[in-house]
Each structure stands twice: as structure tokens, then as C-alpha cells.
């Protein structure tokens, strides 16, 4: 059983920048692929950045371009730096990484971080 606990999630101001962080029980040796998703009020979750081994980091949603995923092998914690954010960034982020076992996926997800975006 894999555990996520993240971090750094708050209240800032439009045009402000926040840096989550997700730490992980596992060696990343042992995985697959790290993302973070969000959800914001009323909306369906979206994934923002996906990081696969093999493949490298991806970004989606309308947060593209000002995201950078990064992630930290001697501490077991991935990163998602946020900058210039709009309002309508506001939203639960939510880490989740998976492994490969045996022919299946296992699926792991944070509790989630509230980001709230306004002045």
C-alpha cells in the first residue's frame, strides 16, 4: 500500500504562483507514473501533468504553460510548481501514482490540496 500526503496548498492572489508537493512512501523505483489532477467546484477532474517513466512529464488542461512537474528521487516527492494563476485555477489538487504488478495497475491518490485563487 502506497501512501500520498500533499502539501502547500493555500490561498493566493491572481497572477501568484504556489508550489504543491506530494510525498510518497514508495522508492520511485517502484513506479510507474506520477500525475496531479484537479478538481474544481462543480467540474469533473482534469489531470494537469503526467510523469511516466519512459515517456517524461506532459501537461494538460488550461494550466498548461504554467506548470512545471519536477520531482525529488532522494526524498520520494514530486513537485508541481503553479504560476500566474486565475480564479478559475481554484480547485482540489490531488497527487496520484500507480504501479505495474503482475498485470495490473495499482492505483494510489493523495487526499487532495485545496488551491483557492482571489483577492
Known amino acids: 500500500q502506497v501512501q500520498l500526503v500533499e502539501s502547500g496548498g493555500g490561498l493566493v492572489q491572481p497572477g501568484g504562483s504556489l508550489r504543491l508537493s506530494c510525498a510518497v512512501s514508495?522508492?520511485?523505483?517502484?513506479?510507474?507514473?506520477m500525475r496531479w489532477y484537479r478538481q474544481g467546484p462543480g467540474k469533473e477532474r482534469e489531470l494537469v501533468a503526467d510523469?511516466?517513466?519512459?515517456?517524461?512529464?506532459e501537461y494538460g488542461g488550461s494550466l498548461k504553460g504554467r506548470l512545471t512537474f519536477s520531482k525529488d528521487d532522494a526524498k520520494n516527492t514530486i513537485h508541481l510548481q503553479m504560476s500566474n494563476l486565475k480564479s478559475e485555477d481554484t480547485a482540489v489538487y490531488y497527487c496520484?501514482?500507480?504501479?505495474?504488478?503482475?498485470?495490473?495497475?495499482?492505483?494510489?491518490w493523495g487526499q487532495g490540496t485545496q488551491v483557492t485563487v482571489s483577492s
Open positions: 496520484y501514482v500507480d504501479q505495474l504488478f503482475q498485470g495490473r495497475r495499482l492505483v494510489y
Open positions: 514508495a522508492s520511485f523505483f517502484s513506479l510507474n507514473s
Open positions: 510523469f511516466t517513466y519512459g515517456r517524461g512529464v
